[in-house]
């Protein structure tokens, strides 16, 4: 039942922004945890993962993003979400996500307080 | 088939205690105020239409233990956990005419809270009665036998009355017991667990307990999801959140609520009953999970049906 | 969809004619639509005489989901403990309007719907009735390796 996960990336300052699209979900998940946690094994990485474009999150991303999560911290890195919409912060309320990574309403957001000035 | 649930608490007992009933009180009496009741008849009303379960009842503090009452003239349990003292005793009350002495027990794993209520259940002690124990894993007896034994318990397991056998269940086989077609499944677990399904009267109920699902690595394929398959109900470990069970709680043996759903969802199982609460959780925060798990399946539910979802507690009883 | 009754007799043609156009709109045909109309009136029948002894105060509420292949209604109540499915499916001995409630309860859902379930959860009685649109599926026997 995946939909197709179209994921760009982009640099902004030494950020780097991934924004997934459509369903992260048990198809869709390894192709993004495949850029997800080489981005974050180098030192120090800062990562912001957009969800404007995500309709849903299931189990196996929450598991991608906790690895990312791990990864970030075991090399001094930063690992963040934003623009949650409904569904997928509700998703993140239930299963505790929202206290494994730390959420931000828009990617700005994410970005001020992930690299600061 | 009639479920009953004796004991639902995972790990250990956990007793309601003084501050939790003051305040159950104290907020239902807030609730209460200002209005007046005719007779006993208003006062249940009231309970049932402006208290939830989590405020005028409790989840329940016992280990697991969960019976299914089949048509069939033996006993059938899961797990031997504290909950089944009152089992015994409701035995021993002459509550089930119709059924002899024969206890079949199918047991998860023998983990202590999974076998400690056995030196209190009754009905071991008397002569006549037969109890089968049945499970995936070869030496149970060893830990039956030892709870029993100096310097944890007074009376010797040599001194019990009732004939005791264990078997051996072989998970590539089907097994006919209590009249129930049964199958078991090994689950992940320290030192293995096994989850059942028990087949009767049309009906299908899943036991699963204790066990840790890695389903978010294997999606459709995963084993466990044809286990639960069309099950009229699956009563599921979601000891603890799904960021804990991946996290801290990694390798700990126990499962989410949101791997419930998802598993539920895969298997087009009717109805979940969520179970083995942490000791450390009150009514509340139980109460809390159910509420979110609701609301999860609806997000998950994506043009199935609803998935009915239940948190089970010590007293509840369910007609399949 | 989520409907919100008063627990009055007069609530029980509107759940029906909802339930009735809900089926119809998610693939039943109009007979299965009408059976499934039938039990609803029956299980909303029941909670308004029994669960609430005809207390016009209290509600309850119904809940209409489809699915790709069937439609169900899940009827909530905070009534009395009242399982609309207990007790003998077969038909009591006299006319109809002698036939003992839960009796001719257990009759209908079971031969107008395709599935149904009750459940005391709590202070709440649930009763879930399940329509397939075209045939039950038969259950799978569960494919053990």
Redesign the interface.
């Known amino acids: 039942m995946g939909g197709m996960v179209a994921t760009s990336e982009k640099k902004v300052g030494n950020a780097s922004v991934l924004s997934p699209t459509g369903r992260v979900d048990v198809e869709t998940t390894p192709p993004l945890q495949e850029r997800l946690l080489p981005l974050l094994g180098q030192a120090g990485a800062v990562v912001v993962i957009d969800f404007s474009g995500v309709s849903y999150i299931s189990s196996s991303g929450l598991r991608a993003l906790m690895l990312g999560a791990k990864e970030a911290k075991a090399k001094g890195g930063k690992l963040a979400v934003c623009a949650l919409n409904e569904t997928v912060s509700e998703i993140f309320r239930i299963s505790r996500f929202n206290q494994v990574v730390p959420v931000y309403a828009d990617l700005n957001g994410a970005l001020s307080a992930l690299t600061p000035t | 088939m009639r479920i009953r649930f004796w004991g639902t608490r995972g790990s250990l007992p956990a007793p309601l205690g003084v501050a939790a009933v003051r305040s159950k009180l104290r907020n239902a009496l807030r609730k209460a105020s200002g209005r007046s009741f005719a007779d006993d008849a208003a006062i249940d009303?009231f309970?049932?239409?402006e208290?939830?379960?989590a405020e005028?009842?409790t989840f329940g503090g016992n280990t697991s233990c969960v019976e299914a009452d089949l048509d069939s003239d033996e006993h059938l349990i899961f797990d031997l956990g504290s909950g089944v003292r009152e089992f015994g005793n409701r035995v021993m009350s002459g509550a089930y005419p119709n059924k002899k002495k024969v206890f079949n027990i199918l047991m998860s794993h023998p983990h202590w809270d999974h076998i400690m209520g056995f030196p209190f259940f009754v009905p071991a002690y008397i002569p006549g009665h037969t109890i089968r124990i049945y499970g995936g894993h070869s030496t149970l007896d060893n830990a039956f036998r030892r709870q029993h034994a100096e310097p944890s318990f007074p009376v010797d397991y040599s001194q019990l009355g009732a004939r005791i056998e264990f078997i051996t269940l072989d998970p590539?086989k089907?097994h006919d017991i209590a009249g129930a077609k049964v199958?078991l499944?090994r689950q992940h677990h320290t030192g293995d667990s096994y989850g059942y399904?028990i087949e009767h009267g049309?009906k299908?109920m899943v036991y699963s307990t204790d066990s840790e699902h890695k389903f978010e690595e294997t999606g459709d394929a995963y084993?466990f999801v044809?286990?639960f398959?069309?099950a009229?109900l699956v009563i599921f470990d979601a000891m603890y959140s799904l960021a804990d069970a991946v996290s801290i709680r990694e390798d700990w043996g126990h499962s989410s609520n949101i791997i419930a759903v998802e598993l539920c969802h895969h298997a087009g199982a009717?109805?979940l009953c969520l179970f083995h609460h942490d000791p450390n959780s009150d009514d509340r925060s139980i109460g809390e999970v159910l509420v979110d798990t609701r609301k999860f399946e609806e997000l998950a539910?994506e043009?199935?049906?609803?998935l009915?979802v239940?948190s089970a507690y010590d007293g509840l009883?369910?007609?399949? | 969809m989520i409907l919100t009754l008063e627990g009055t007799p007069a609530a029980v043609g509107r759940a029906v004619e909802a339930v009735r156009r809900f089926a119809l709109g998610n693939g039943l045909g109009e007979a299965k639509a009408a059976a499934l109309g039938v039990a609803v009136d029956e299980a909303v029948t029941n909670v308004v005489r029994h669960a609430y002894d005809g207390d016009p105060a209290?509600s309850l509420t119904l809940?209409l989901?489809?699915?790709?292949d069937?439609v169900?209604v899940?009827i909530l109540d905070?009534?009395h403990p009242f399982?609309p499915?207990?007790g003998e499916a077969a038909l009591p001995e006299g006319g109809a309007e002698e036939r003992d409630v839960g009796g001719l309860g257990l009759l209908l859902m079971r031969e107008l719907v395709d599935?149904a379930?009750?459940?005391?959860?709590?202070?709440?009685n649930?009763l879930?009735l399940?329509a397939f649109v075209g045939h039950s599926p038969d259950?799978?026997e569960?494919?053990?390796?």
Not at chain 2, 303 to 306: H, K
Not at chain 2, 317 to 320: D, F, N, R, S, V
Not at chain 3, 117 to 124: A, L, N, P, T, V
């Open positions: 009303r309970i049932a239409s208290l939830t379960f005028a009842g590539a089907t199958n499944m399904r049309g299908a084993p044809d286990f398959r069309d009229d009717r109805r539910r043009g199935r049906l609803p009915d239940l009883e369910i007609t399949l | 209290r809940s989901s489809a699915g790709r069937a169900q899940d905070n009534g399982d499915l207990a599935e379930r009750y459940i005391r959860d709590g202070d709440r649930k879930m399940r259950r799978r569960p494919g053990l390796a």
